[in-house]
């Protein structure tokens, strides 16, 4: 048994929640998005609809579908809006306390049989879940950069999640053109548990002197045919993002493998998070 979804909410407009909410409309559902301040609303409402344009002007999305899309998508600054919604997906800063502070609110404000779901890359869900009085209608719903591309989505199901629920996601996840794969609730899920000891090894080398972050991308596309070399995946997933899905993973299960580097902290405590901001692995030689 699934339920229907026809409302979607997206709690934080920044880069994942935006391109959450662009893929949700653009897919036809009626979408709310929130943020907690007008700017941040407008900014994000404002790379939705350059991205339609974008898509418009490649001949990827015609005019009218575009219109349709935006028609779809409202913002709010109350999370209030999203009593009618059938699932919200939370995708706020990778932060578990503030995690824990909004869904207790979004249970409040829900109805009872709608579903909660978190963006996080790392974070136990079951931790957030816990917090709610509907531990089997939440889940993860692992969303990759930029969502609107990335075709795969991770549903996490917790020791409490229902099969509905898991059923239910995975049809969404189809219904937005996205391939989903189960994954159980344990820090990093399937891609991050693999792909960051990758990364961070990358970093290691580069701290030890190996070779330059150049070569060690050049030897990594070209030698293992991937697209991105690991300097300019970290500095695309966001080095910020990096750390604390490592640090999650570390917490978890104590293995080396995901203890974060000197150098990957000290970047993002200088303010260095990648493609973000501008700042990262790719113009080290301006500090």
Known sequence: ?????????????GLMGS?????????????????????????????ICGAWEMLVSKQKLSEGQAQE???????TLTLEAFHDCDLVIEAIIENMDEKR?????????????????????????IEMAAMTNRQDRIAGLHFFNPAP????????????????????????AQSLGKTPVVARDRAGFIVNFL????????????????????DIDTSMKLGCGYPMGPFELLDYVGLDTTLYAAQAIYDDFKDALYAPPPLLRRMVLAGRYGKKNGKGFSNMNDM
């Not at 009626?30 to 007008?38: F, I």
């Not at 960051?196 to 290691?204: C, F, G, N, V």
């Open 195 to 214: 792909l960051i000891p990758y990364m961070l090894a990358a970093i290691r080398m580069y701290e030890q002197g190996f070779a330059t972050m150049e």
């Open 69 to 75: 899309a935006r028609a779809r998508l409202r913002g």
């Open 1 to 13: 048994m699934t339920m229907e979804i026809k409302r979607v909410g997206v709690v934080g407009c």
């Open 101 to 125: 502070k909004l869904f207790p609110q979004l249970d409040r404000i829900l109805r009872s049989d709608a579903l909660i779901a978190s963006n996080t890359s790392s974070l136990t869900i």
């Open 19 to 47: 391109g959450i909410a662009q893929t949700c409309a653009q897919s036809g559902y009626e979408t709310l998005v929130h943020e907690v301040n007008q700017q941040l609303l407008d900014k994000g409402l404002a790379r």
């Open 149 to 172: 591309v990335m075709k795969l989505v991770e549903v996490v199901r917790t020791i409490a999640t229902s099969d509905e629920t898991v059923e239910t996601l995975k049809g969404f």
